[in-house]
């Protein structure tokens, strides 16, 4: 069990910044960030590999969202900027067993309970 624990969640105007945090309890490799919207299947939104040398992002981040890793905290991070109404939702933080980045929810082994991101017009 990998348990990971997500924060930085919480409302805000559109246009504004907000930073996600998830701290594993020990060592992790490939980290992600998904989230689900009220009524609506959970989605990729950004994947980074073990080191941090290699990334993605689904495309409706549109470069606003970066995501990093400090592997000395065992802490990834979401930077989220210039937000927008439709990021609201849940945002949850995933652990996977796998050395390179991954877009596929099944291949995320691990999962934090989500911090909610609400995002104001």
């Known amino acids: 069990q990998v348990p990971l624990v997500e924060s930085g969640g919480g409302l805000v105007q559109a246009g504004n910044s907000l930073t996600l945090s998830c701290v594993a309890s020990?060592?992790?490799?490939?980290m992600g960030w998904f989230r689900q919207a009220p009524g609506k299947e959970r989605e990729f939104v950004a994947t980074?590999?073990?080191?941090?040398?290699?990334?993605a992002y689904a495309d409706f981040v549109k470069g606003r969202f970066t995501i990093s890793r400090d592997n000395a905290k065992n802490t990834v991070y979401l930077q989220m900027n210039s937000l927008e109404p439709e990021d609201t939702a849940v945002y949850y933080c995933?652990?996977?067993?796998?050395?390179?980045?991954?877009?596929?929810?099944?291949?995320?082994?691990?999962w934090g309970q989500g911090t909610q991101v609400s995002v104001s017009s």
């Open positions: 980074i590999n073990w080191n941090g040398g290699s990334t």
């Open positions: 020990g060592r992790t490799l490939t």
């Open positions: 995933a652990a996977a067993r796998r050395w390179t980045p991954s877009s596929l929810l099944d291949d995320y082994n691990y």
